[in-house]
């Protein structure tokens, strides 16, 4: 449960609920090597690490000690590898220790494999999912896909057509007639 009298701690302009700031650095390396910024946003630039700490502070508590369990472990590996923290490694040997992740080459930590499926997964919802749960900051990743979000319906001229219409998140939608 929640302690109400811990102030939450602040990262970049936004207040983590459920991680540290060194956490949430840690996931947006990670995010910015699984999906990063090219032409276009990356996760980091979508706010993936805050949907990820909204998430851990509301409907998914119980992977909090998961997160950090698997992010030490992860800290670790680097070292061990490399004799430096993840977040000072080259975007290369990041994506080394990532590897080792992703195929459970980790011997400290046999959720390895688990671990990079769920972040992985974690990292995409938060490009993609619906704003008000803490990602896709500025509708990026729906822009990304040309997804229009929460329209109310769409013209008949949108019949098998790309629908080009800016994206609406849930609370930038004008309320129906009658609510």
């Known amino acids: 449960m929640k302690d109400k009298n811990v102030k939450p701690r602040a990262y970049r302009d936004q207040q983590l609920q459920a991680l540290s700031v060194r956490q949430a650095k840690t996931i947006d390396a990670l995010a910015a090597r699984i999906f990063p910024t ?9 706010g993936a690490v805050f949907y990820i700490d909204q998430a851990l502070a509301g409907p998914y508590p119980e992977l909090r000690p ?4 698997a992010l030490r472990a992860l800290a670790s590996h680097a070292k061990e590898k490399f004799a430096v923290p993840f977040l000072k490694l080259s975007a290369p040997q990041q994506d080394a220790v990532l ?10 930590f046999t959720k390895a494999a688990d671990f990079f499926e769920t972040v992985r ?5 938060g490009v993609f999912g619906e704003p008000n749960y803490g ?3 500025n509708l990026i990743g729906w822009k990304l896909v040309g997804f229009p979000g929460q329209q109310y ?3 008949d001229a949108y019949i098998n057509r790309v629908v080009d219409l800016e994206p609406v998140a849930c609370e ?5 007639p009658g609510q």
Not at 66 to 69: L, R
Not at 99 to 108: A, I, P
Not at 172 to 176: C, I, L, Q, Y
């Open 172 to 176: 930038g939608m004008p309320k129906k």
């Open 153 to 155: 319906g769409y013209p």
């Open 99 to 108: 590897k080792d992740f992703e195929s459970g080459n980790v011997t400290t």
């Open 66 to 69: 998961y997160y950090t369990k």
């Open 121 to 125: 997964a974690h990292i995409l919802e």
């Open 38 to 46: 090219t032409d276009t946003p990356g996760a980091v630039e979508a």
């Open 135 to 137: 990602g896709n900051k």
